[in-house]
């Protein structure tokens, strides 16, 4: 693992399957009684949140607290950022109370970046999502779901996801999510499909490593996971399309879309959802639909994430563990 994860672009083969299989092992501890290990006693993380969040960063702190560490949750609302604080000086306060690592979301795309490469500070930086940018540990998260679901719990252990079809649905333009999911799905093997209006589609898409397609029913019968994305209409500036009943007629999965999809496709969801629109009830709530296993998933990923910047090359749970564990 390299010293910070700011882009799941960064990421090799084998540095995903190796937090894919440190995951796994992450949440077979969660099913134990106590759910605690003592890997990161003594070390402090700090969730440095400048955009509202609920999963992201409430999945941090539980993933940190179930290693350990002492966590220090700051959020920009009643904080000196509200005051004009820049964030380099938010920066060096942190590093003065000595943070081992920064788990920052911002709504400035290269954030993370800056705050990695600037020499405020020492510790490890991750990134939970940076503007339109990236939002690597979410791809992880995905890609351990799509794992767990396609491959198998125990069979998928050092497996990557090649010959999976990922079809990735919706506000392709301003979804970090999609970014990040085309970079990471690609490098372990799985073909990706963008479906999304022409408004939708980013600019220079020709340049990414996945294909783009207008016409989801088309799209449908191919694919082994179908992620539904939301509109996200707090950055948008302008109409991209003309009705919310229109892009929910053309684009949202309900139960016939899921008809059409293979019986062993599952659909996600990387939450909020917009009941209605991009996914009806029927479809969310269905034994198909990952978005409420994502959220569990999301702790143990962001467990090995953190363990392996911080923890070092030793096994995540001992075979000790393990022992007590099987009694």
């Known amino acids: 693992m390299k010293r910070h994860l700011i882009s799941a672009a960064d990421l090799t083969r084998d540095d995903a399957v190796l937090i894919l299989d440190t995951a796994e092992e992450m949440a077979r501890v969660a099913d134990r009684p106590i759910k605690k290990l ?15 969040s609920t999963r992201t960063r409430i999945s941090f702190e539980a993933a940190a607290k179930r290693l350990s560490a002492d966590v220090i949750n700051f959020s920009a609302k009643g904080s000196s950022v509200s ?8 920066a060096l306060t942190l590093e003065a109370m000595g943070a081992d690592a920064v788990v920052i979301r911002h709504h400035a795309s290269g ?10 500070i020492d510790g490890a930086v991750v990134n939970a999502g940076d503007g339109t940018h990236e939002h690597p540990t979410q791809a992880l998260l995905d890609a351990f779901t799509m794992r767990r679901r396609l491959v198998g719990r125990d069979a998928g252990i050092g497996q990557d996801l ?21 970079h990471l799905l690609t490098t ?3 073909e990706v499909t963008l479906v999304a209006p022409p408004t939708l589609v980013p600019v220079g898409v020709g340049n990414w490593p996945c294909e783009v ?14 992620m539904m994305l939301r509109v996200q209409r707090e950055r948008m500036n302008a109409a991209f399309f003309p009705t919310e009943r229109e ?68 096994p995540a749970v001992t075979t000790t563990a393990r022992t007590e564990e099987n009694k």
């Open 111 to 120: 954030a993370p970046y800056r705050l990695a490469n600037s020499g405020w």
């Open 213 to 226: 397609s207008y016409d989801l029913d088309a799209v449908l019968p191919k694919s082994d996971a179908v």
């Open 162 to 182: 090649s010959g999976r079809r990922i079809t990735i649905v919706g506000d392709i333009l301003h979804s970090r999510v999609a970014r990040s999911n085309v």
């Open 188 to 190: 372990l093997g799985a």
């Open 83 to 90: 005051k004009g604080e820049s964030l380099k000086d938010t």
């Open 247 to 314: 892009y929910s007629r053309r684009y949202g999965l309900d139960g016939d879309r899921m008809a059409k999809m293979p019986e062993h496709a599952v659909v996600m969801h990387p939450g909020p959802m917009n009941r209605g629109m991009e996914i009806t009830a029927e479809v969310a709530d269905s034994d198909r639909c990952t978005a409420v296993e994502q959220v569990a998933n999301g702790v143990s990923t962001r467990m090995a994430v953190l363990y392996l910047l911080l923890g070092g090359s030793e």
């Open 38 to 52: 003592p890997t990161l006693r003594g070390r402090t993380v700090v969730n440095l949140f400048f955009e509202d």
